[in-house]
């Protein structure tokens, strides 16, 4: 099963960025979809966005509609690593983030707690 380590979160004011990083124990490019979720104080951990192989390109990128415009995902093969831009942070972005391969049996890891607040 793969297992994925989360980190870059953090404290940040409305308005600020954060990079989340997740870093996979084996390749990520054998590795067909990982996705970023969150799960905020309350509520039901949602997708957020993914990064799926594909025959049009090394990757596409799928951005949910709550955070579209505002995050972009990316990955970096070579350090089998996956990222999460986030931009113009809202306070409803607080909770704890993690990434899952949904298709792999991954387990899922401890996340990284973002907080936004003023």
């Known amino acids: 099963q793969v297992q994925f380590v989360e980190s870059g979160g953090g404290l940040v004011q409305p308005g600020g960025s954060l990079r989340l990083s997740c870093t996979a124990s084996?390749?990520?490019?054998?590795?067909?979809?990982i996705g970023w979720y969150r799960q905020g104080p309350g509520k039901q951990r949602e997708l957020v966005a993914s990064?799926?192989?594909?025959?049009?390109?090394?990757?596409?990128?799928n951005i949910q509609d709550s955070v579209k415009g505002r995050f972009t995902a990316s990955a970096d093969d070579a350090k089998n690593t996956v990222y999460l831009q986030m931009n113009s942070l809202k306070p409803e972005d607080t909770g704890v983030y993690y990434c899952?391969?949904?298709?792999?049996?991954?387990?899922w890891g401890q996340g990284t707690q973002v907080t936004v607040s003023s």
């Open positions: 899952h391969a949904p298709y792999h049996g991954g387990l």
């Open positions: 990064v799926t192989r594909g025959r049009n390109g090394p990757y596409e990128t």
């Open positions: 084996e390749s990520i490019a054998s590795i067909f979809s």
